[in-house]
């Protein structure tokens, strides 16, 4: 399976460390972003955990659940919880999917349909189990980004591109390169000048088909 922009996110049913889910039922309303690494206690990933742990009220303000997916088991997910809150001085408080039947990493494309784990695997096993996958309320799958083990991943990038995917949705609107919150936004080529101009006010017309507005405030 090929998963696209816009198709719908794979459901699932998983244990995590905070009990079992059905993946569309715990969503709900909300947006989500669902994120993978190769291998619990490992350097980079240990890091990253602990960034999206520090960064629980930026989530909670744009109506947003995280959740993590391993290959390892719960009880690798417990001890090296541990590890993460001494690394980032905060409470981890989303769960971590337990994978250990690597359903969800084929579900979501992640690894191969005939993969498979050797006993006594290392993180370069599963080192494709590294991707991100931002998920809108209606359960479509909106953005993608997968990382090599050796890079961590920006979740301030995360950060912005959600912002950027929900004001998109709420304006009617897209974003420009390096576009951030409180910039100009471009009119999509299905709306005329004159309809955005009656609908978001001045046009600032770069060329026929690159014209931009100020973003309506929230």
Same mark, same amino acid.
Request: net charge negative.
């Given at each position: 399976?090929?998963?696209?922009?816009?198709?719908?996110?794979p459901d699932f049913?998983?244990r995590?460390? /905070?009990g079992?889910?059905?993946?569309?039922? $715990?969503?709900?309303?909300?947006w989500?972003i669902?994120?993978s690494h190769?291998?619990?206690?490992t350097p980079?990933?240990?890091?990253?955990?602990? !960034?999206?742990a520090?960064?629980a009220d930026v989530w909670? !303000?744009?109506?947003t659940k995280?959740?993590g997916v391993?290959v390892?088991?719960?009880d690798?997910?417990?001890? $090296?919880?541990?590890?993460i809150?001494t690394?980032?001085?905060?409470? %981890?408080?989303?769960p971590?999917?337990?994978d250990?039947?690597?359903?969800?990493?084929?579900a979501?494309?992640m690894?191969p349909?005939?993969?498979?784990?050797?006993?006594?695997r290392t993180?370069?096993?599963?080192?494709t189990?590294?991707a991100?996958?931002?998920?809108?309320? /209606?359960?479509?799958v909106? %953005?993608t980004?997968?990382? #090599?083990?050796?890079v961590?991943?920006?979740?301030a990038e995360?950060?912005r591109?959600?912002d *950027?995917? /929900?004001?998109?949705d709420?304006?009617g609107?897209a974003m420009?390169?390096? $576009?951030?919150?409180g910039?100009? *936004?471009i009119? #999509?080529?299905?709306?005329?000048?004159e309809a !955005?101009?009656a609908?978001?006010?001045?046009?600032e017309e770069? %060329?026929p088909y690159?014209r931009?507005?100020?973003?309506p405030a929230a």
């Amino acid at each position: 399976m090929t998963l696209r922009i816009n198709d719908t996110a794979p459901d699932f049913t998983a244990r995590t460390n /905070q009990g079992e889910i059905r993946f569309h039922d $715990w969503i709900g309303d909300h947006w989500a972003i669902l994120f993978s690494h190769p291998k619990d206690f490992t350097p980079v990933c240990t890091t990253e955990f602990g !960034a999206v742990a520090q960064l629980a009220d930026v989530w909670a !303000a744009r109506n947003t659940k995280v959740i993590g997916v391993s290959v390892d088991g719960l009880d690798e997910h417990l001890r $090296w919880i541990g590890d993460i809150e001494t690394v980032c001085g905060t409470k %981890l408080a989303f769960p971590i999917i337990a994978d250990e039947g690597l359903a969800v990493s084929k579900a979501y494309d992640m690894l191969p349909a005939e993969a498979h784990l050797p006993d006594g695997r290392t993180p370069a096993d599963s080192a494709t189990v590294r991707a991100v996958f931002i998920i809108d309320p /209606q359960k479509k799958v909106r %953005l993608t980004m997968s990382y #090599p083990m050796t890079v961590g991943r920006n979740f301030a990038e995360i950060v912005r591109a959600l912002d *950027a995917l /929900q004001a998109a949705d709420r304006h009617g609107l897209a974003m420009p390169a390096d $576009w951030h919150p409180g910039a100009d *936004a471009i009119v #999509p080529a299905t709306i005329t000048t004159e309809a !955005a101009r009656a609908k978001y006010g001045e046009v600032e017309e770069i %060329l026929p088909y690159l014209r931009k507005v100020r973003l309506p405030a929230a």
